[in-house]
């Protein structure tokens, strides 16, 4: 922690001390800060008191920096025109893009991939995708977001973007090399991968499997991720069989990469949504943002 805080009466006691040394006038420095002259005085007063020097010769002619109020003044101002650079090329960033919070899989395995078919339609829309392993609110920092909720759900600047579909998937490579997978109670027999977010539940083997009256009591799981992302990672290179979501598996499937052993699926009453800031400085360019994600998911 740095211990500047205990070396001045307070923070405001250096902006002004900037002021007045800058404009060498505490009349000028009240205006410019919209305050009283008096105020002013007494606040480089208490700063001077604070640190045990004087900052300020005062005769009949006004006011003049003494030496160390020269030294503090060319490193006030250095670090305020740093920080000053620091805001403006920040602000100016976020300015730039719209700001998307995902999952790392539908980022990864459904957003990312799609998005240049929305970048050749809208060129001049820049976009930055925020990976979170939780369900964040939109605000000044985040335009948009991907949430599961009942189907039901209902907000303000919410859209539905498609069912919740989980089915088992695994890669080519392990289908070959495996024993066949006939029914869901061949599953049991096999490497089952296991996932379990800590800040997003997830449905897991125990629960789909038991809707399909199978007891998965006796199922050990051999082989655990707290991130869905490392489990379809693992799934990629045939370490077993993984529940895939069907929105983040669709172009793994169609690339081949993934392959489904079952055609069993279990559609649930859940479903994603798309979550807009409602106060963002971007609703046209957002609006077409979402619309378009929501067409995707659709026809995904």
């Known amino acids: 922690m ?8 307070s923070t405001q006691s250096l902006f002004v001390f900037e002021a007045a040394a800058r404009n060498l006038n505490f009349k000028l420095a009240a205006a410019e800060l919209n305050v009283t002259q008096p105020s002013i005085s007494h606040a480089i007063k208490a700063l001077e008191r604070h640190c045990n ?9 006004g006011v003049q920096l003494t030496e160390a109020g020269r030294l503090l003044y060319d490193s006030v101002r250095s670090g305020f025109q740093r920080i000053e650079h620091s805001l403006k090329t920040i602000t100016a960033k976020d300015t730039q893009y719209i700001t998307v919070a995902a999952s790392t899989s539908l980022s990864a395995h459904w957003l990312v991939p799609k998005l240049p078919i929305f970048q050749q339609r809208h060129p001049g829309i820049k976009i930055k995708i925020v990976t979170t392993d939780r369900d964040v609110e939109p605000d000044h920092q985040v335009d948009m977001t991907i949430w599961l909720r009942p189907r039901g759900f209902e907000r303000p600047n919410s859209w539905y973007m498609c069912q919740e579909v989980i089915y088992p998937v695994c890669s080519p490579a392990y289908i070959a ?3 066949p997978i006939k029914s869901v109670e061949d599953l049991a027999s096999h490497q089952l991968i296991h996932s379990s977010d800590p800040h997003r539940k997830r449905m897991g083997w125990s629960e789909w499997l038991g809707l399909f009256g199978v007891d998965s009591a006796e199922i050990e799981p051999n082989l655990v991720f707290n991130d869905y992302q490392l489990a379809i990672q693992a799934a990629l290179a045939g370490e077993g069989v993984v529940l895939g979501w069907a929105i983040t598996t669709h172009l793994l499937r169609r690339n081949k990469l993934l392959v489904r052993p079952l055609k069993d699926e279990l559609r649930t009453d859940s479903a994603f949504f798309v979550i807009a800031n409602e106060r963002s400085s971007k609703l046209d360019e957002m609006r077409l943002l979402v619309d378009w994600v929501v067409e995707e998911a659709r026809a995904s």
């Open 2 to 9: 740095s211990k500047l805080r205990y070396m001045l009466p």
């Open 53 to 61: 020097v004087d900052l300020f010769v005062r005769d009949n002619r």
């Open 177 to 179: 090399n495996a024993m």
